[in-house]
């Protein structure tokens, strides 16, 4: 799409007029949550890897990257701060500011408590939506979406969401399967054919997801696709892998039933 370019292999976006890069749902503290709540434990390695595959991302785009845009969910602890989010989000804030000018944190539902963020003063912002150009970015858990746009639905061509982590599982006849974080592209109904909807993946290498491909309509998360506005079945399915790259699939609707090979 014009001014909207997914990075060859990563779940980001790039808008290369505004010279910005977009990810979403890094949920950082999800170890020390995971262990407090099931009791298990897992080696604290996810800051480094979102750090890598940031570094990765901003080294693919087609031009200067000044600008980091997170689209919710930075942190994962939904009551607090935890030990592991006071210490890790300012580790990677201080690492992605080393890499972009500014950084627009777009609040989800996990960011609340944002007390590591204080000392960056104006360096990072928090909106509840931003819109850049005819884009506007919304984490995607309000129920309350249509009055985020009612005021801009002229302007706005293209609703950029996450939250709903989506995801292909692929497999063949003897139960072989894998996992892939896919974007999706389909259309708003109620603001016309030519306003598009684009749910982002996550950045988080230990986020679960939907998997698209074999959920209902119920299944989802997002008010915004669970509603009547979007139609499921017409999205377009562009996967993900860093080996790779990019594998674009039809609509929903003409392959999800083969697709486990069942």
């Not at 997914?6 to 505004?18: C, F, K």
């Not at 302007?155 to 292909?168: D, M, R, Y």
Request: glycine letters at 6%; hydrophobic letters at 40%.
């Amino acid at each position: 799409m014009e001014n909207i370019e997914i990075v060859e292999g990563y779940p980001a976006i790039y808008l290369q007029d505004e010279e910005a890069l977009c990810i979403a749902d890094l949920h950082l503290g999800y170890e020390e949550a995971l262990a407090a709540s099931s009791g298990i434990a897992l080696p604290s390695r996810q800051l480094k890897d979102v750090e890598h595959k940031l570094e990765a991302a901003i080294s693919k785009c087609k031009g200067k990257t000044s600008q980091l845009i997170i689209n919710g969910d930075l942190k994962h602890v939904f009551s607090e701060s935890s030990k592991q989010e006071w210490k890790e989000v300012p580790m990677f804030i201080d690492f992605a500011l080393n890499r972009v000018e500014e950084i627009i944190l777009v609040r989800g539902n996990h960011d609340t408590f944002l007390g590591p963020l204080k000392r960056f003063g104006a360096a990072i912002k928090i909106v509840n939506a931003l819109r850049k150009a005819d884009i506007m970015f919304i984490h995607g858990h309000n129920q309350d979406f249509s009055s985020i746009l009612k005021e801009e639905k002229e302007e706005t061509k293209n609703v950029v969401i996450a939250h709903e982590h989506p995801v292909l599982i692929l497999g063949d006849r003897v139960g072989a399967r894998v996992r892939l974080p896919c974007f999706l592209k389909g259309k708003l109904k109620r603001y016309g054919c030519d306003k598009n909807v684009i749910v982002m993946p996550a950045f988080s290498p230990l986020a679960g997801g939907t998997a698209v491909n074999v959920a209902g309509k119920d299944d989802f998360l997002s008010p915004i696709l669970k509603s009547a506005e979007v139609d499921l079945d017409e999205m377009e399915v562009y996967a993900i892998d860093e080996e790779i790259g990019t594998l674009e699939f039809p609509e929903l609707r003409k392959w999800k039933a083969v697709s486990l090979c069942l």
